[in-house]
Nanobody
Framework: QLQLVESGGGLVQPGGSLRLSCAAA????????TGWFRQAPGKEREFVAA????????RYADSVKGRFTVSRANAENTVHLQMNSLKPEDTAVYYC?????????????????WGQGTQVTVSA
């Protein structure tokens, strides 16, 4: 089993930044591809970003490319999502997810383990 806990959400003004963290406990977290998803009220949960086990390969949704950066610190069992130039449409609950694979996937069904989510609100 792998337990994931997100932190770092909050309220930020448009154009501002936030850094989300996903802390893993349980099995060796560096064996897992880690992804970030988000879900806004009344919408489907959508892919945001993902990173492979070594941290050398990343993938992003078009809507966040150039603004968000995913990274991992395996020694700390933590994956981060740096979010810059935030927009109101980035408002959502952000979830961390993990899959035991070498492939970086962008679909929700590909991930086995999920955190409880952290709220990000972008508003003036």
């Amino acid at each position: 089993q792998l337990q994931l806990v997100e932190s770092g959400g909050g309220l930020v003004q448009p154009g501002g930044s936030l850094r989300l963290s996903c802390a893993a406990a349980g099995r060796i977290s560096s064996s897992y591809v880690t992804g970030w998803f988000r879900q806004a009220p009344g919408k489907e949960r959508e892919f945001v970003a993902a990173i492979d086990r070594s941290g050398g390969l990343t993938r992003y949704a078009d809507s966040v490319k150039g603004r968000f950066t995913v990274s991992r610190a395996n020694a700390e069992n933590t994956v981060h999502l740096q979010m810059n130039s935030l927009k109101p449409e980035d408002t959502a609950v952000y979830y961390c997810a993990a899959r035991l694979s070498i492939l970086v996937a962008a679909t929700r069904d590909a991930y086995t383990y999920w955190g409880q989510g952290t709220q990000v609100t972008v508003s003036a």
